[in-house]
């Protein structure tokens, strides 16, 4: 158990997925355990691996971390991806909840019917032009990264929301060069240019059978 | 400019009210002004000050703060109230998010239809109680305060929000005994104290005149 760090959670994006992310552009090895049925869900609940009774969780350091933001705090933090200081940790808070709530707006899509689904997207993409990508491509403007001249947490969730964005609106980035350059710069860094090889912890698009699954294993939310 | 604090909000809880707790607790002083009109928000739009073109928005030490969580990591970091060190800082993450998704559904509730209001309130009162008082109870069975036997955000949140359940539940804490003596305790602090007398900054329950401002200024997320 020491040192090693393991991630529990659905073999798919959900909410794992930025968590997946950092530990990857950190260079931090974890493995992962997949929830495929009920049963293992009620097991981490009886164990009382879950405080509040939901995934994801993550063993790292001797703790049963729940929460992704909790987590994603911890490993930026552990990882030196949060800044030099408080106001640079401010300038990072700030767009990684922004780019939070555009996030947040994937994780229905592929549990609501097909009419919902496209007026979601909808959302998803007029949000993202009008609201999230202006602020990021005025922010790199004349930067390398988004804060303090060094990667943080802020340019890897920067990274991947703009490539999910692209999956749904191909050409979405077609008016912010300045992102479309910073996507190039992040991909070529190493650790993330590992994880976007085949082979990577990196999840696919959900499909059917993600979807099947979180509905099965957590069954009383969708009653 | 310098030095002071300003918040940018309803006058009313909504989301501003975490921060005013905190800073409260940390003895800051703040000033406040109000958005009663579409104008007073189109103005902070056009003039640049909300990064997301939304509030809450807290001017301070030469920052324009937007997103609630950044704003509260700050004032949290600033003022000492977020653990020792990350690993402290963990456990009060997972706390403060675990109870935030409650404090979150109270939050929405006035804007609901009265017929969904019913049953939101009774999903709200069997939340908090299988997933918060029942953890928070042991917790505080040997404990002072939720983390590292200092004051911290967690305990200024489950104060806030177990309050805030009490307005709702009158007797839900009744089975509690933990929980109450904890109230007390953190009532007593002086700055906190101070904080709950009439005339602080402390804003009353939502009223229909609240609910109408809100809905008439962000009207855009309300069609």
């Avoid at chain 1, 997925?17 to 009886?46: D, H, M, P």
């Avoid at chain 1, 991909?187 to 979180?214: C, H, M, W």
């Avoid at chain 2, 404990?143 to 009490?166: C, H, K, P, Y």
């Amino acid at each position: 158990m020491s040192g090693k760090i393991v991630l529990y959670y659905f073999d798919g994006r959900g909410k794992m997925e930025s968590i997946r992310w950092l530990l990857a552009a950190a260079g931090a090895e974890f493995e992962e355990v997949f929830l495929t049925k009920r049963e293992q869900y009620e097991k981490l609940i009886n164990d009382g691996a879950l405080m509040f009774q939901q995934v994801p969780l993550v063993e790292i350091d001797g703790m049963q971390l729940v929460q992704t933001k909790a987590i994603l705090n911890y490993i930026a933090g552990k990882y030196n991806l949060y800044g030099k200081d408080l106001k640079e940790r401010a300038m990072i808070d700030m767009y990684v909840e922004g780019i939070g709530d555009i996030m947040d707006m994937f994780l229905p899509l592929f549990f609501i019917a097909p009419d919902a689904k496209q007026k979601q997207l909808d959302n998803i993409e007029s949000k993202s032009k009008g609201r999230l990508l202006p602020v990021f491509e005025k922010a790199l403007a004349n930067s390398q990264f988004l804060v303090g001249n060094q990667l943080s947490r802020a340019d890897v969730l920067l990274l991947e929301i703009t490539l999910m964005l692209q999956e749904f609106f191909p050409t979405i980035l077609s008016t912010f060069p300045k992102i479309q350059e910073f996507q190039g710069r992040i991909k070529a860094l190493p650790n993330i240019s590992k994880f976007l090889q085949p082979g990577s912890a990196r999840k696919p698009v959900p499909d059917e059978a993600y979807v099947k699954t979180v509905m099965e294993v957590l069954s009383h939310l969708f009653k | 400019m310098s030095g002071k604090i300003v918040l940018y909000y309803f006058n009313g809880r909504g989301k501003m009210e975490s921060i005013r707790w905190l800073l409260a607790a940390a003895g800051a002083e703040f000033e406040e002004v109000f958005i009663t009109k579409k104008e007073d928000y189109d103005k902070l739009v056009n003039d640049g000050s909300l990064m997301f073109q939304q509030v809450p928005l807290v001017e301070m030490d030469g920052m324009q703060l937007v997103q609630t969580k950044a704003i509260l990591n700050y004032i949290a970091g600033k003022y000492n109230l977020y653990g020792k060190d990350l690993k402290e800082r963990a456990m009060i993450d997972m706390y403060v998010e675990g109870i935030t998704e409650v404090g979150d559904t109270i939050l929405s509730l006035p804007f609901l239809p009265p017929d969904n209001k019913k049953k939101q309130l009774e999903k709200i009162e069997s939340k908090a109680k299988e997933r918060l008082l029942t953890l928070f109870e042991k917790i505080l069975a040997n404990s002072q305060f939720l983390v590292g036997n200092q004051l911290s955000r967690a305990d200024v949140l489950l104060l806030e929000v177990t309050l805030l359940l009490q307005e709702s539940f009158p007797t839900i804490l009744s089975s509690y005994p933990k929980i109450q003596e904890f109230q007390g305790r953190i009532k007593a602090l002086p700055t906190i104290n101070k904080f709950l007398q009439p005339g602080s900054a402390r804003k009353p329950p939502p009223d229909e005149v609240y609910v109408k401002t809100v809905m008439e200024v962000l009207a855009h997320l309300f069609k």
